[in-house]
C-alpha cells in the first residue's frame, strides 16, 4: 500500500520531556510538512522540506526541530521548550507535479 | 498568518439539503484547493481549481473561484450524514512551497 503513515496517533508527555513524532511515505514525494491544529482551528505550519538535508521553518516553528535525513521520513521533535503543546499533529507531503498534499492520519499529543 | 478564511465557521443542515461554504484569501493565487477532514482524522483532498478556471465540478461537488473578489464557494449537493466533516480552504503562498489553510467549516448533516 501507497500512503503516509504517522506513529503513534495518541502521545502523551510530561512537562519538560521531549518527544519525537514519527512520520513516513512511501510515495516518492519529495516535499514534506507538519502542521499543528489547535481544536476548533485550522491548520498552522511548523516545518517543510523540499528536498532531503533540507527544511524550512514554517510559522510556529519555536520549540519544535524536524530532520530529513531520508527522503522518506520527515520525524518532528517537540522540545521541553515549546510551552504548550497539547494539539493534533498533521504530517503532509506533495508531489513534485502536484499542489495536492497527502495527509497522514495525525498524532494526537497530550501534555500531562 | 491564516490568508484563508471560510465562513460560516459552523453549518447545520438536513440531509438532501445542499450545503455552500465560502472561502477568502488576500494575495494573488494559481490555484486553490478544498480538503476534507473527519473528526480526528487527517485532511483529503477534495478539488483543485486553478486561477483561469471559474467553475469546476466532481461527483457532488461544485467549487467557484472569483478572482476578482479573492473568493472560492464549494458547494455540496444533496448531503449526506456522512458528508458531516471540516471544510478547508487552501492556497499556495506564491513563490515558496509553503501552503496557507483557512480556519474551515464545520458542516453537520442531519439524518
Known amino acids: 500500500d501507497g500512503g503516509i503513515t504517522q506513529s503513534p496517533k495518541y502521545l502523551f508527555r510530561k512537562e519538560g520531556q521531549n518527544v519525537t513524532l514519527s512520520c513516513e511515505q512511501n510515495?516518492?514525494?519529495?516535499?514534506m510538512y507538519w502542521y499543528r491544529q489547535d481544536p476548533g482551528q485550522g491548520l498552522r505550519l511548523i516545518y517543510y522540506?523540499?528536498?532531503?538535508?533540507?527544511?524550512q521553518k514554517g510559522d510556529i516553528a519555536e520549540g519544535y526541530s524536524v530532520s530529513r535525513e531520508k527522503k522518506e521520513s520527515f520525524p518532528l521533535t517537540v522540545t521541553s521548550a515549546q510551552k504548550n503543546p497539547t494539539a493534533f499533529y498533521l504530517c503532509?507531503?506533495?508531489?513534485?507535479?502536484?499542489?495536492?498534499?497527502?495527509f497522514g492520519p495525525g498524532t494526537r499529543l497530550t501534555v500531562l | 498568518s491564516q490568508q484563508g478564511e471560510e465562513d460560516p465557521q459552523a453549518l447545520s443542515i438536513q440531509e438532501g439539503e445542499n450545503a455552500t461554504m465560502n472561502c477568502s484569501y488576500k494575495t494573488s493565487i494559481n490555484n486553490l484547493q478544498w480538503y476534507r477532514q473527519n473528526s480526528g482524522r487527517g485532511l483529503v483532498h477534495l478539488i483543485l481549481i486553478r486561477s483561469n478556471e471559474r467553475e469546476k465540478h466532481s461527483g457532488r461537488l461544485r467549487v467557484t473561484l472569483d478572482t476578482s473578489k479573492k473568493s472560492s464557494s464549494l458547494l455540496i449537493t444533496a448531503s449526506r450524514a456522512a458528508d458531516t466533516a471540516s471544510y478547508f480552504c487552501?492556497?499556495?503562498?506564491?513563490?515558496?512551497?509553503?501552503?496557507?489553510f483557512g480556519t474551515g467549516t464545520r458542516l453537520k448533516v442531519l439524518a
Open positions: 503532509a507531503s506533495l508531489p513534485s507535479s502536484t499542489d495536492t498534499q497527502y
Open positions: 487552501a492556497t499556495p503562498a506564491s513563490g515558496t512551497y509553503k501552503y496557507i
Open positions: 522540506s523540499q528536498i532531503v538535508n533540507d527544511f
Open positions: 510515495l516518492n514525494h519529495d516535499a
